[in-house]
């Protein structure tokens, strides 16, 4: 960064990662806000750098590991006008599950976005967000079941048996059918010690009368299996109550 002047800041993408913030395709490209003109030998020299001219102002600058960054509310709302709306819920579930925004924080977005290219789309975005998704892939999940008008009733579903004893906690939850979804992504699920940890909280789940389902990343590529496959289980749970 240093040899587009001390003016330049990490924003988008670039931004979004050194927040820590999850949801956005990895990509080697860096992108940096630069104010006036580049010079055409600067952008030569470095072709992995795309430079955006971006109206940011100094309160909405922050130094991440002693970096010069747009702070997280303004990254959120420049991404949001960027990306598809899955990847736009995603990293702003990913900030509020993180702390770095609140509720509260999301209402000022439409002043930051407003006339921009993207604002409309992105209203709505800000407007699905939920801090209590633990991953991209859990937000995926979600979204698929509110697009198949099948939406969870709860997230992190704590289940508990008559004396209040913790069976498990479900990703998305129905209570009335007492349906649990799992969003089964890579990383400390694939452990071994983590697995078998995941086997005998499902058996406690089944064996307490909830039904488990488990979805992964490929499931949500299509948008019509994971409604269908919890429409089916609640279809399943009332049929054995009836």
Aim: aromatic share 4%.
């Amino acid at each position: 960064m240093a040899s587009f002047g001390l003016a330049a800041a990490a924003v988008l993408a670039t931004a979004a990662e050194l927040h820590g913030l999850a949801g956005l395709r990895a990509t080697d490209v860096i992108d940096l806000s630069v104010p006036g003109p580049i010079a055409r030998p600067a952008r030569l020299a470095h072709p992995e750098v795309v430079v955006h001219q971006l109206v940011i102002q100094p309160e909405q600058l922050v130094r991440v590991n002693g970096i010069t960054a747009t702070g997280p509310l303004r990254t959120l709302a420049d991404v949001s006008l960027r990306v598809d709306r899955f990847s736009a819920v995603s990293v702003l579930d990913s900030a509020l599950n993180r702390g770095l925004v609140t509720s509260d924080d999301l209402l000022s977005v439409p002043r930051l976005i407003r006339g921009r290219r993207g604002a409309v789309a992105a209203r709505g975005y800000f407007g699905e967000a939920d801090g209590r998704s633990q991953s991209p892939l859990e937000t995926r999940t979600r979204l698929r079941c509110v697009d198949g008008k099948v939406p969870p009733d709860a997230l992190q579903l704590e289940v508990r048996d008559e004396d209040g004893y913790l069976l498990g906690i479900g990703d998305l939850g129905w209570r009335g059918p007492r349906i649990i979804a799992e969003a089964d992504g890579r990383g400390p699920h694939n452990a071994p010690e983590a697995a078998y940890a995941d086997r005998r909280r499902q058996n406690r789940l089944v064996n307490a009368g909830w039904t488990v389902l488990r979805f992964t990343w490929q499931d949500t590529l299509r948008p019509d299996y994971i409604p269908w496959t919890v429409r089916q289980a609640i279809t399943t749970a009332h049929h054995r109550r009836s």
